[in-house]
C-alpha cells in the first residue's frame, strides 16, 4: 500500500534559508513519491544554501521565488489558492517573524497571506534562537491563528552544536503532511502540560547469546502516537521496544529497551507521575525458563522442547495501581474464529483488564484490509471505552488513528 494520501493533491513546499534547507530535498522527494503535485518556493536565501537545478529537477517544476516572476498570472495568488497544504521547511526564526507579523515582502510571505489551506511550519535553529522570547511569542501567535507549528529535534546543529532546533527528519515531516492532508483539524495543542508515556515495539526475550523469541511488532503505531501527542502539546516518555529502525520523533524522551521485564520497569517508573499510559507495544506473554549461556548448536544434544513461563502483565499492573486521574490505553491485537469475532474478544479483554480505553486491531495471515495492523504504514480497528463506548477507526494512516487515540484521551483529560 502506498504511503500517500488520494493522489495529486497540490502541496507548496516553502524553503527558507537556512542550513537546514539540504533536507528539503529528500522532503520534496517524499512527497512526489506519495502522488502529489509539489510547487517549490524558495526563498533567495534558500537557494544560496541549494540551487533552483536540484529543486526543478525533484519537482518536475520551475522554482519560483521572485515576485515579479510571471507577474500577470498573479502568482502568490493563483499559488495560494490552488494548494491544499502548504509545508515551510526549514522554518527560519525570520521566516517565523515574517509570517507572524503578516508582511508579504517576498513569494513565500506573500504566498501564505492568500493560502486557506492547512499550513505547517518547521522550524530549524540554533537552540539560543528557538528558546527566545521573541520566537516563542511568535510561535505561539501562529498556532492562535492556526498554523501547525511542529516542535523541532534536538540533536546536532552547525558545527559542533547541539541541543534543540534542529529540523525533524523528512519522514516525520512527510508523515504530518500526510495527516494534514486526511484530517485537517488533527494536530490541536489539547495536550499542553500533560505527561504521556507511550510504549511501542515488539520485545526480544532471549533464548541464548544469538537467538530470541519476539514477534513481528514494527513499532510504527507506537512511534505515530508518540509523534503525534508530542506536536499536541504533551511531554512524551516513549519506551520503545524491538523496532524496524525507526527513526525517533522529534521532541519525545526515547528510553530503549529490549526484554518484557525491561519494558515493565520503564513504563511503571515513567507512569508514576503519567496522566495517561497508552500500551502499544506487543510485548511477550512469555519467555524461555532458562536462557543457555552458549550458543545452542545442532546435533545430538539439541534441545528437543523450549519450556516456557509467562511474562508480567503490564498492563493489568498499571491498571491495578488505580492512580488517581491517569487514563490507561491498552491495545489488542485480534484474530476471529468459528464461535466469536475479532470486537467480541476485544470487549471481552477489555473488560478483563479494565483499562479506560482499549484500540482492537484484527491481525491474522489472510492479507486484506482487516489485516493490516503488523509492520504496515495503514491501520484500522475499533476504540472501545469502559464507559461502554465504541468507536470505529477507518483505515487510514497510523498517524491518524494516533490522533483518534489522543482525541479521546484529551476528551476525558479535560
Request: charged residues 25%.
Given at each position: ?16 534559508g537556512?542550513?537546514?534547507?539540504y ?7 517524499r ?9 517549490v518556493?524558495a ?32 502568482t502568490?495568488?493563483?499559488?495560494g ?9 526549514p ?15 517576498d513569494l ?43 516542535e ?8 559542533a ?23 485537517p ?15 511501542a515495539?515488539?520485545?526480544a ?11 513481528r ?7 505515530a ?10 511531554h ?10 525507526l527513526e ?8 530503549a ?24 507495544a506487543?510485548?511477550?506473554?512469555f ?6 549461556g552458549?550458543?545452542?548448536k ?8 523450549i519450556?516456557l ?11 491495578t495501581?488505580?492512580v488517581?486521574?491517569?487514563?490507561v ?10 464461535d466469536h ?11 478483563r483488564k ?11 495471515a ?11 504504514a ?8 469502559s464507559?461502554?463506548?465504541s ?11 494516533a ?9 476525558r483529560?479535560?
Amino acid at each position: 500500500m502506498s504511503d500517500g494520501v488520494a493522489p495529486s493533491k497540490e502541496i507548496v513546499l516553502g524553503v527558507s534559508g537556512g542550513i537546514a534547507a539540504y533536507k528539503a530535498c529528500e522532503l520534496l522527494r517524499r512527497l512526489r513519491e506519495a502522488g502529489h503535485r509539489v510547487q517549490v518556493v524558495a526563498t533567495p536565501n534558500a537557494l544560496t544554501f541549494v540551487g533552483a537545478a536540484t529543486f526543478e529537477a525533484l519537482s518536475g517544476r520551475e522554482v519560483l521565488s521572485g515576485v515579479f516572476e510571471h507577474v500577470p498570472e498573479v502568482t502568490h495568488v493563483a499559488l495560494g489558492r490552488r494548494a491544499d497544504l502548504v509545508v515551510c521547511a526549514p522554518a527560519t526564526a525570520d521566516l517565523l517573524a515574517r509570517l507572524a507579523a503578516g508582511r508579504a515582502d517576498d513569494l513565500l510571505t506573500s504566498t501564505l497571506l492568500t493560502a486557506r489551506c492547512p499550513v505547517l511550519a518547521v522550524p530549524a535553529m540554533h537552540t539560543e534562537m528557538w528558546e527566545h522570547p521573541a520566537t516563542r511569542d511568535n510561535v505561539a501567535t501562529l498556532r492562535r491563528r492556526g498554523t501547525v507549528v511542529l516542535e523541532p529535534a534536538s540533536g546536532r546543529l552547525t558545527g559542533a552544536d547541539s541541543g534543540a532546533g534542529r529540523l525533524p527528519e523528512p519522514v516525520e515531516i512527510a508523515e504530518f503532511a500526510r495527516l494534514l492532508l486526511e484530517e485537517p483539524a488533527t494536530l490541536p495543542r489539547d495536550l499542553e502540560g500533560r505527561h504521556v508515556v507511550v510504549s511501542a515495539g515488539g520485545t526480544a526475550e532471549p533464548l541464548d547469546p544469538v537467538r530470541t523469541l519476539g514477534n513481528r511488532s514494527s513499532g510504527r503505531q507506537g512511534y505515530a502516537l508518540a509523534r503525534v501527542a508530542a506536536q499536541r502539546g504533551a511531554h512524551v516518555t516513549l519506551v520503545a521496544g524491538t523496532t524496524a529502525d525507526l527513526e525517533p520523533p522529534a521532541a519525545v524522551d526515547l528510553v530503549a529497551v529490549r526484554t518484557t521485564e525491561e519494558m515493565r520497569r520503564a513504563v511503571v517508573d515513567a507512569a508514576k507521575d503519567a496522566d495517561a499510559v497508552v500500551m502499544a507495544a506487543a510485548v511477550a506473554d512469555f519467555r524461555p525458563t532458562a536462557v543457555a549461556g552458549f550458543k545452542i548448536k545442532k546435533g545430538d544434544d539439541e534441545p528437543t522442547a523450549i519450556h516456557l513461563t509467562r511474562n508480567p502483565d503490564i498492563l493489568a499492573e498499571l491498571v491495578t495501581e488505580q492512580v488517581p486521574g491517569r487514563l490507561v490505553v491498552g491495545f489488542a491485537a485480534e484474530t476471529g474464529d468459528e464461535d466469536h469475532d475479532v470486537l467480541s474478544y476485544g470487549r471481552a479483554k477489555l473488560a478483563r483488564k479494565g483499562c479506560d480505553l482499549l484500540v482492537v486491531n484484527a491481525v491474522g495471515a489472510g492479507g486484506g484490509a482487516h489485516h493490516s495492523a503488523f509492520e504496515g504504514a495503514d491501520n484500522e480497528g475499533w476504540l472501545l471505552g469502559s464507559d461502554g463506548s465504541s468507536v470505529q477507526l477507518p483505515m487510514g494512516s497510523k498517524a491518524a488513528l494516533a490522533a483518534r487515540v489522543w482525541d479521546a484521551v484529551a476528551a476525558r483529560l479535560g
